[in-house]
């Protein structure tokens, strides 16, 4: 029982990271087609903030596990 509550968090961490990921590759494509544009940059570097947290999580919780 216990492994499958560990299991299922962790597939909802994973879920998680997918979708900041496919966020911060779109934010990228929009930044790059328009560089000049600070608020696109300011929310690419936003979501890779948030990304690196989930990350973060998911080591804590293999570390804990």
Do not use: P
């Amino acid at each position: 029982m216990v492994k499958e509550i560990q299991i299922k968090k962790m597939n909802e961490i994973n879920d998680e990271l997918a979708a900041i990921s496919s966020e911060c590759e779109r934010a990228f494509s929009e930044w790059f087609h328009d560089r000049g544009n600070s608020k696109l940059l300011k929310e690419y570097r936003s979501l890779l903030g948030k990304r690196e947290d989930i990350i973060k999580e998911y080591k804590s919780y293999l570390i804990i596990n």
